[in-house]
């Protein structure tokens, strides 16, 4: 390339000087003419302009060459090498005999080539050096990683995949490699990752441990095995996180601890004779001798009180000391109520046990996983053989201080006769805990069965600890405003349903709830979804195992200041899929549901404008709990969602992110529908009515 | 004179219930025994009392057992039941409470609080 670069250089000089030499000599030709048409008939003048022209054409020729051979090609000789040694590896030099006429330069280019030379020698060999100290850390670190009995995986703050061992692909049931750079969330569930490293970076400087790691609970993404372990964000030089260290392990006991509870066992009872043999002599003295004097009689009376108060404060620590120990011995963790529910229901699946279906607003609790999936696999076999049926819900609930499991099936109440005896049936599978009594006794827990507030239904309740972490985290600049209330009237103003849906039971429709992100509030002005996510009801009951959530990649880079709504960034949604994919994905997923949103009017809007585009129709009904909101109490000033939720008891769960709005405005819907009940609303055809009669009140009270 | 009122006490640990009976027979209440959910139930039979103290940790049948069944007989509603256990969490209370018991009251107890809830529990018409 260089060297025909200068080929056309060179060529162009020449080619200009000829352009020039031509020019000079048809001008001088010209000119020649000109003088001899002037003089004619002068046959001496015309041959002297003959003469005079062939000399001047001669010594233009003459110039012409010693100026190409005297200035041109050195130049672009000498230009060439210079730049050949610019280019070439080797050390050459320039011959400055070659180029007499220019003499320092070649000894300047030189001497400038030299020390080019030794500046690239230099930083190459410190490039070189510190590849190898690199190449040995890496491999010192894939050494230490190699030898861990643990899982690990280093991951970037976008979640791909940076460093990982061989213990992790194997826990994780990766056969072959695994791709560096791919995603975590192609093996292990988001919700426990995402929460926990949030909880890291925005840890509150009060939290007791300085150091930034948390313990966490996740699923395979195949919701086949539970890994517990640690998260550790990885903080760079300027103090700001920037990536963290997942290290997962599989249920494994530690030696140590069982060696340390023997002891404890040894010194409790060792420590326990001596004050026993005391209160005996005490005893059997004061049994022996009735007649035995007041003074003496209130010494050993004294005797055995101390000693039964000595005994009940060595009894209170060694429980202590136990509890501490078997809290070692079974980790309990924060697991997402969705990880624990999914994990029981596939294995249920997977050996023909009852079909379970996971309802209600995902929640975090705090137990030992692995034992926790196999008590509630008996217990659901349990359920099934009690009261033959074979189909349950599975939900958690938020109670006052614990999270409650909660198992629900048609039919009565399991006597707690039958429940106790199943206290005691063993659990083969559970590492360290043989029944299911000690699994319950592990997490403080007792469960019994009562009949369920809907008619001709049972439940079985399962007290759990509440999770160490804040279970619903408001966004640390607290309440976001509401978007503003939209009313497209002809958007929201709901055709009558067609005759088989007017007068269909409003429970006995399939809905689904969805919710939005978008990078602002204008979508006919360039504004765009970023992410969709939905929640199916069916009976009345929300289906936490079917959900949809997708970011959606916009097209347009996403305004940092519409971040705080969605925490969603334009390197989040890189690699997602766009519009075109995700809204056909969202049409399957909705089928002959109808559609339920709040606000619905701003969320029907941005997927109506992109109808055409993607050739998705969403004609359905679409109903607003805004709107419900308003016609059940038109006389509160405040109908956005966290208004809402929390007149109706609604817990907020991961407001302001598609799934986590879709799920709320789910709960808030399920709520609403007992209330319309109430007021004598129970078909679609009434509550499209009740509707579209507050949006035309509201409409009329907006013109005054 | 009004006739005295009647209390079962429920528990299999012969040493606290000597306590209990000999306390609130002290305090004026025609008191009988049984040492577990068995004869609880055989006792309830027999003769409906106004009050049952019932220890949960029970051989055999437990207390939460009793309790259940206790409520789910003809004229079991009308019986004030408190439960007794030797451990002090809040589920045990809870799922005592959502078995029919009227009260809850932890190992050890102080006897003189004991007799008083009871007291209370029976209304003014208590001896």
Redesign the interface.
Known sequence: MARSDLERQRSALRSRLAIGLAAAAALSFVLLAGLAAAVPGDDRGGGLIAVAIVVVLTGLAITGLAVDWLFIRPVAALTAEIRFLSEAARDTEIEPAHYPGYAPLPQVVNALTRRLAAAKAKSESSVAAATRRLDEQKGLLEGILRDLSEGVLVCSLDHRILLYNQVALSLLAVAGELGLGRSLFNLVTREPVLHTLDRLIHRAPTEASGEPTAPLVCATVDARTLLRGRMTLIVGGNSLPNGYILTLSDVTRDIAELNQRDRLLRAATEGLRSPLANLRAASETLASFPDIGPAERREFERVIAREAEGLGHRLEAVDRENRELTAGLWPLADIHSVDLLNCIIRRLADTNGPAVTMVGVPLWLHGDSHSLVIALDKLLRNLVNATGQSRFDIEALLGDRRVYVEVAWEGAPIPEAALSNWLGEPLPEALGAPTLGDVLARHGSEMWSRPATAAQRAVLRLPLPAPTRIQFRLPPEGPLPARPQFYDFDLMHLTPPDRSLENRPLRSVPYVVFDTETTGLNPSQGDEIIAIGAVRIVNGRILTGETFGRLVHPGRPIPPESARFHNITDAMVEGAPPIGVALPQFRAFVGDGVLVAHNAAFDLKFIKLKESETGQRFAMMALDTMLISMFLYPDFGDHNLDGIARRLGVEVTGRHSALGDALVTAAVFVRQLDLLEARGITTLGGLVRASNMTLDIRLRQEQF | MTKKQSILVVDDEPNIVLSIEFLLKQAGFDVRVARDGDAALAAVEESTPDLILLDVMMPG??G??V???IRSRPGGKRIKIIMLTARS????Q??GL??GADEYVTKPFSTRELVERVKRLLGPAAA
């Open positions: 049948r437990n939460y057992d309790c259940q069944t969490r809040d589920v045990e809870e799922k959502a078995m």
